[in-house]
Structures are given as structure tokens and as C-alpha cells.
């Protein structure tokens, strides 16, 4: 069993920047896939970004991105601390929603793939 929780959401203004936090316990961070997705009201759940979860290996850390978020957001992974983060750069009015993070054994970026969720953290952004 893994538990997750975001935290680092808030309002920003356009353009601006944030960085989501997601601590886990109870098992080890490293054998895990580890994603962020988000939610808008209204919409699909959406991936945003992942480590090792689409081609490489195990170990590796290698990240991927959602198109939407190509190139403005970064991911990575504290493995000492149990820690996850979203460096989320030059923030859009789209970029709105409740972020969530996730775990699976499996390489995925569909989040029915995902066993293992966070409660989610708002992230508003103004125009």
C-alpha cells in the first residue's frame, strides 16, 4: 500500500510559476511509477507528466509529458525523501484544475493504470 499527498497548490496569476509537492509512505517510492494528473471541472481526468512510466527502465527516472505541457513543466523525484515534484513554469488560465498524484507498477499514462492516488491539491490560475 502507498499513500500520497499533494501539497503546493494555490492562486497564481498567468505566466506565473508553482511547484506541487507529493510526499509518499508505506512502501518504497523508487519501485513505483510515479505521474501527475489533473482534473478540470467538467472534464476528463488529464495526465500531465510521469517518471518512468512510458519506455526506459526501471531506475532510470525518465520522464514524460503531456503535449499540453510540454516544455513548462518539470518532474522530478527525491527518492531519499519520498518525494515527488511538479515544477509547474509560465502558467495558463487552461492550466486550472485540481492536480493529483499517483502510483502504479505498471508503465502507464492512462489513470485507470494507477492504484494509488493523492486527495489532489486546487491549482488556479488568473488571467
Known amino acids: 500500500q502507498v499513500h500520497l499527498a499533494e501539497s503546493g497548490g494555490g492562486l497564481v496569476p498567468a505566466g506565473g510559476s508553482l511547484r506541487l509537492s507529493c510526499v509518499a509512505s508505506?512502501?518504497?517510492?523508487?519501485?513505483?511509477?510515479l505521474a501527475w494528473f489533473r482534473q478540470a471541472p467538467g472534464a476528463e481526468r488529464e495526465f500531465v507528466a510521469c517518471?518512468?512510466?512510458?519506455?526506459?527502465?526501471?531506475?532510470?527516472?525518465?520522464?514524460h509529458y503531456g503535449d499540453s505541457v510540454e516544455g513548462r513543466f518539470h518532474i522530478s523525484r527525491d527518492s531519499a525523501k519520498n518525494r515527488m515534484y511538479l515544477q509547474m513554469n509560465t502558467l495558463k488560465p487552461e492550466d486550472t484544475a485540481v492536480y493529483y498524484c499517483?502510483?502504479?507498477?505498471?508503465?502507464?499514462?492512462?489513470?485507470?493504470?494507477?492504484?494509488?492516488w493523492g486527495q489532489g491539491t486546487q491549482v488556479t490560475v488568473s488571467s
Open positions: 517518471i518512468n512510466c512510458h519506455g526506459g527502465v526501471v531506475g532510470e527516472d525518465l520522464p
Open positions: 499517483a502510483a502504479t507498477r505498471y508503465m502507464s499514462v492512462t489513470a485507470a493504470s494507477y492504484d494509488f
Open positions: 508505506g512502501r518504497t517510492f523508487s519501485d513505483y511509477s
